[in-house]
């Protein structure tokens, strides 16, 4: 399973956003809302996320930045129902780390979705485009 796609949408008064249809069939009616990379936040299927919840039990808490990194991953994370609207509740906290405000976009990327904050969306999607290409070339080279 995989998602595609790019949406515009904004935040209701209770921090809801709906989630396009297309993407909400296949995130099924449960979903995991953590920190994603680059200042978003990441939306999970139930099963991606337990997956990727196994593969870093079984990281080594001796090395000090294996443990950074999952006290943040699993603090940041929560379980959240979709309503019969096809909404989803995001947290002051969460939106307040990926600088979230009321107009989003929300973009299908392979395993999971990805909501952010459009202003910052816009300029991270302008340098990717720039460099889309040359990015392009160095996963080729692997």
Known sequence: M??????NHSLDEKSRVILPSK???KLGGTV???LGLDKCLAVYPEETFENIAAK???ISDYQSDNRGYK???FSNSYQ????KQGRIQLTKDSLDKCFIKKDVVIIGIDDHVEI???EHYEEMSRINDENYELNAA???EE
Not at 80 to 83: E, K
């Open 2 to 7: 995989f998602f595609i796609g790019t949406y």
């Open 23 to 25: 993407l909400r069939e």
């Open 32 to 34: 995991y809302i953590t």
């Open 56 to 58: 870093l039990s079984k």
């Open 71 to 73: 006290r943040t991953f």
């Open 80 to 83: 959240c129902d979709v309503d």
């Open 116 to 118: 952010w904050d459009r």
């Open 138 to 140: 160095k996963l080729h």
